[in-house]
């Protein structure tokens, strides 16, 4: 997964330009990435849990803060998604009602 390519599809005018399944390829492969991010910090902890050494705090630190960004690029594609189901509020121009 190229971080700099994902970070230029992820914009929201590129999104809200992209067609449906292009969408989902895209939501489709942040969620790999955050597997794999999610499985590298649990073995972190498992290793840690069965008396092991505990991982380089940087390596720690960088692996929770790509968990938390390819968290926000999911959640920036499933808005969009909604959007594009719901259709988008004449108010405040995202999808749902007009409070």
Do not use: F, H
Request: glycine share 10%; aromatic share 6%; proline share 2%.
């Amino acid at each position: 997964m190229a971080t700099a390519d994902l970070e230029q599809r992820c914009t929201l005018p590129a999104l809200r330009a992209a067609t449906r399944t292009e969408l989902l390829d895209i939501k489709d492969e942040i969620e790999k990435g955050l597997a794999s991010v999610k499985a590298q910090l649990d073995a972190a902890a498992a290793e840690v849990a069965a008396g092991g050494e505990y991982s380089d705090p940087r390596w720690y630190a960088r692996a929770n803060a790509a968990r938390r960004y390819l968290g926000q690029l999911a959640q920036r594609v499933q808005r969009v998604l909604g959007e594009r189901r719901t259709g988008a509020c004449s108010y405040c121009g995202r999808g749902g009602r007009a409070l």
